[in-house]
């Protein structure tokens, strides 16, 4: 099991930027899958973007593409996500999510991750 931990969120206007960090604890393996996702006030949760440990290959939400960046650091055992041109829409809590590459099916769907952060609020205003 890896334990999951997020932080970088807060307020911002909209159009600026924001980073952020999950780390992990626990060995991370070159097999995991490390993923954000998202929910918003009163909406399902919903997919952002992932990245595979061992290749650094990603995967993007559309209404992400192009604005946001997932990337990896082995050696602190860190994800990050920066945001920029953030869009009031982009509101949410921000989780972290862990899972072995293998058991993924689309790699989108909340429901195939067993490790999760606690969440990290990012709040764009207008």
């Known amino acids: 099991q890896v334990q999951l931990v997020e932080s970088g969120g807060g307020s911002v206007q909209a159009g600026g930027s924001m980073r952020l960090s999950c780390a992990a604890s626990?060995?991370?393996?070159?097999?995991?899958?490390m993923t954000w996702f998202r929910q918003a006030a009163g909406k399902e949760r919903e997919f952002v973007a992932s990245?595979?440990?061992?290749?650094?290959?990603?995967d993007y939400a559309d209404s992400v593409k192009g604005r946001f960046t997932i990337s990896r650091d082995s050696g602190k055992n860190t994800v990050y996500l920066q945001m920029n041109s953030l869009k009031p829409e982009d509101t949410a809590v921000y989780y972290c999510?862990?899972?072995?590459?293998?058991?993924?099916?689309?790699?989108?769907?909340?429901?195939?991750?067993?490790?999760w952060g606690q969440g990290t609020q990012v709040t764009v205003s207008s």
């Open positions: 626990g060995h991370i393996f070159s097999s995991y899958t």
């Open positions: 999510a862990a899972a072995w590459s293998t058991n993924l099916r689309s790699g989108r769907r909340g429901e195939e991750y067993n490790d």
């Open positions: 990245i595979r440990w061992s290749t650094a290959s990603t």
